[in-house]
């Protein structure tokens, strides 16, 4: 079968083994992939033959013998290694049906930008009427994360180079640098790293929280001395980690979506023989939101 391989020109078509399904994994045609921009930065640190990719959505072609999770022919989105082929393999607890009325692709688009979106705004705990910085939010888990906080009651700040389409998606405030932020904030969900999350740092309240989701700058955070004391109660740094399990929020993801709460932009897309355009555009930072990919 064809599928997205690793090689010393970077990502292209190739050919690899059909998927071999373990007992709770099923088995999907998959109709988009999604490139996210770590897999884009990090594609040559691949052995050479790897399929690449995580995020896929199409449909059941095989069920899991175990008997869990979704049976033949249903719609799937779902995350996990290998992604980027035509048939690819999923554990179960990796699968989320998407609903009637929502497309494919933005199924192959919500993943793993989704999960780091809701499960670092739920780790911020009750955000009703606190203020919550986004920064990074042009991208695709930042204009997520823009929407997930506004609808947990949040008053949404929103930190991108380019703002284009952010008050839509719900932040009350868009800045193109920190220093425009007039105000402290209670939460920080931070992406870029470097000195940017240095300044963040500095924009967050007494027992406040900044979770350290991304590091796009690819620079080192040099905190100057005394700069992470804070008189009052303890601001807390925390990192962003967890991939397991994410059905369930897959399927809570979804739900938003086809409710019409939750908006995934895709800011790019082709088929997936032009996967070095897609890795080009997103390490230009060319796209707003998500990259995606159709296979045919």
Do not use: C
């Amino acid at each position: 079968m064809q599928a997205i391989i690793a090689g010393p020109g970077g990502p292209a078509l190739g050919t690899a083994p059909e998927p071999d399904p373990a007992p709770d994994q099923v088995v999907v045609a998959v109709r988009h992939a999604s490139v996210n921009y770590g897999e884009a930065r990090y594609a040559a640190a691949w052995p050479a033959g790897t399929v690449l990719g995580y995020d896929a959505a199409g449909v059941v072609v095989r069920a899991a013998r175990d008997g869990s999770g979704p049976g033949e022919g249903q719609r799937v989105a779902a995350v996990g290694a290998g992604a980027g082929a035509e048939r690819a393999a999923f554990g179960t607890d990796s699968v989320a049906v998407v609903p009637d009325g929502v497309d494919l692709a933005t199924g192959a688009a919500l993943q793993l930008a989704g999960k780091m979106a809701l499960r670092t705004v739920r780790a911020a705990g009750s955000i009703v009427g606190r203020r919550v910085l986004v920064t990074g939010a042009s991208g695709g888990v930042g204009r997520l994360a823009v929407q997930l906080a506004r609808l947990g009651g949040a008053h949404v700040v929103a930190a991108a180079g380019r703002t284009d389409g952010l008050t839509g998606l719900g932040a009350h405030e868009v800045v193109t640098a920190l220093d425009q932020v007039g105000e402290a904030v209670d939460v920080v969900l931070e992406h870029v790293g470097g000195r940017h999350l240095i300044d963040a740092w500095a924009l967050l309240r007494p027992g406040g929280v900044l979770q350290s989701i991304g590091w796009a700058s690819d620079a080192p955070a040099v905190f100057p001395p005394n700069s992470i004391f804070a008189h009052g109660p303890a601001k807390t740094l925390m990192s962003f980690g967890d991939a397991s399990r994410p059905a369930a929020d897959l399927t809570t993801l979804l739900g938003l979506v086809a409710a019409g709460h939750l908006r995934v932009d895709v800011g790019w897309r082709g088929p997936w023989d032009t996967v070095t355009a897609a890795v080009d555009a997103l390490l230009a930072r060319r796209v707003p939101g998500k990259a995606v990919l159709d296979i045919s």
